[in-house]
């Protein structure tokens, strides 16, 4: 009768595979959100742009706001982009990062980490409107042609609540859209390869302010610039703190593996040396 023993010529488990597979995963993945915004620098840049873009803009910013008070679009395009608005909204935002945790079965670090981005870039416009006071254009004459900026508030004026507060005149910057662009930082962070889909959302969200009536063509391009900058600086925070990777790809290979060691190989053992042994 012959006996098998197992032969320790295969040190090697699925463990250590495992550990090695990682690390190259680790290291082919690259580290930055996006491969054209990969650094705080260049998302500074695209900002400064589009501030330099906003100051020309506020010229024809009148125009824009008797425009759309006129119902110069069409009824079901604006239908459309209304139902866009939530992508810049905060409940709208957590539904959809609430959604993505459940569907990628992230921790909910993730979550939070979202939530940081998008309504962190939110709060740092709604922190410029206590400083100037801009007249929003539903709230302007149609045939109105002057300055909708009123002035910069004081201290007193910005702890005086009940003025402070007041909608219509919280009209600079925007801060759906800076929500928006924002949220769409951090998602283009899990999901890379969907980067152009989401800022395209946020300029859609953008694009529904100016139409509403609620904001004015530059409030629309300083808050996407104060989402760019606020959000991939909030993204950086939170990635050092583990709470945002990127998702694998779908296309990308996966490796798949148990921890159980791998099984040895058996040969059979001769009967002399079961003769020896006994």
């Not at 597979?21 to 650094?39: G, H, K, M, V």
């Not at 740092?124 to 900026?149: E, M, Q, T, Y």
């Not at 219509?168 to 980067?195: C, D, E, N, V």
Request: with cysteine; charged share 15%.
């Amino acid at each position: 009768m012959n006996q098998v023993t197992p032969s320790c010529a295969q040190q090697e488990t699925l463990s250590t595979i495992a550990v090695d597979s990682n690390s190259r995963a680790r290291e082919e993945t690259p580290s930055s959100w996006s491969r054209w915004l990969d650094s705080r620098l260049t998302a500074q840049w695209i900002a400064a742009a589009l501030v330099l873009l906003a100051i020309p803009c506020m010229l024809v910013d009148p125009w824009f706001a008797a425009l759309f008070q006129r119902e110069a679009w069409p009824g079901e395009l604006k239908i459309f982009l209304h139902r866009v608005e939530p992508f810049g909204h905060g409940y709208g935002v957590a539904l959809i990062a609430a959604t993505v945790v459940m569907l990628t079965q992230f921790r909910w670090c993730v979550f939070y980490g979202m939530l940081a981005c998008a309504l962190g870039s939110g709060l740092a416009a709604n922190l410029g409107k206590l400083f100037i006071n801009r007249v929003r254009p539903h709230s302007l004459p149609v045939d109105f042609n002057g300055n909708s900026f009123v002035g910069i508030r004081s201290l007193g004026q910005m702890f005086d609540f009940e003025h402070s507060m007041v909608s219509t005149m919280q009209s600079f910057p925007s801060a759906h859209t800076a929500t928006a662009f924002g949220f769409a930082i951090a998602l283009t962070a899990l999901f890379p390869k969907a980067r152009n889909w989401f800022f395209t959302l946020a300029v859609l969200v953008g694009l529904q302010r100016v139409v509403h009536g609620s904001h004015h063509p530059s409030d629309v391009l300083i808050g996407a610039a104060v989402g760019l900058v606020a959000g991939s600086f909030l993204l950086h925070r939170v990635q050092q703190w583990g709470w945002i990777e990127p998702v694998v790809e779908q296309d990308q290979p996966l490796v798949s593996v148990p921890v159980s060691p791998l099984p040895v190989q058996q040969q059979p053992v001769p009967d002399q040396e079961i003769a020896k042994a006994s």
